[in-house]
C-alpha cells in the first residue's frame, strides 16, 4: 500500500511540475496579467483596463488584425453581444459590466480620448493606447 501511495504521489508531483513548467500567453481564463505582452504579429499597442474601482491593469498586445476588437477577442481578453451599432463589450479582462443591470458599460478610449467608433470598427495603430474604462 505504501508503494502504491509513493507511486501515485510522485505521479502528481510531475504533473503539477509538469504543469508549472508550461508557458502561458499572459492570459489565464481571459484575464490579461498587469505588464504582460499576449498574442504574436507585427503591430502592437497597449491596453489599459480601470475597473469601477479605479484599479487599473495595463497590458501589450502584439497583432496582425485589422481591428482592435479583432485582436482582443482573438486573445480572450473582451466579449460581448453583436447589435445593430457593432459589438456590445460586455466583458474585459474578466471583469463584466451590464448597463441594464448594474447602470455601469465599458466606455472605450482611444490614445487618451473617448473613442468615435467602436471597438470592432477601429482600426489598429502601432503603439496606440486604447483603454476600457468602467463607467456610469
Do not use: H, P
Not at 25 to 43: L, Q
Not at 52 to 68: E, L, P, R, S, W
Not at 79 to 107: F, R
Request: with cysteine; hydrophobic share 40%; aromatic share 8%.
Amino acid at each position: 500500500m505504501k508503494k502504491m501511495m509513493t507511486g501515485v504521489l510522485a505521479l502528481v508531483l510531475v504533473l503539477v511540475m509538469v504543469g508549472c513548467g508550461q508557458k502561458d500567453n499572459g492570459v489565464v481564463n481571459g484575464v490579461a496579467k498587469d505588464g504582460a505582452t499576449i498574442g504574436e504579429g507585427a503591430k502592437s499597442f497597449t491596453t489599459e483596463v480601470v475597473d469601477k474601482d479605479g484599479g487599473k491593469v495595463t497590458f501589450t498586445v502584439k497583432t496582425d488584425a485589422d481591428t482592435v476588437g479583432k485582436a482582443l477577442l482573438d486573445q480572450g481578453v473582451i466579449a460581448g453581444e453583436d447589435s445593430s451599432y457593432g459589438l456590445y463589450v460586455k466583458t474585459v479582462n474578466g471583469i463584466t459590466l451590464d448597463y441594464d443591470t448594474d447602470g455601469m458599460y465599458w466606455a472605450f478610449y482611444i490614445n487618451g480620448e473617448y473613442a468615435q467608433t467602436g471597438v470592432d470598427a477601429t482600426g489598429v495603430e502601432d503603439g496606440a493606447v486604447y483603454a476600457f474604462r468602467a463607467e456610469k
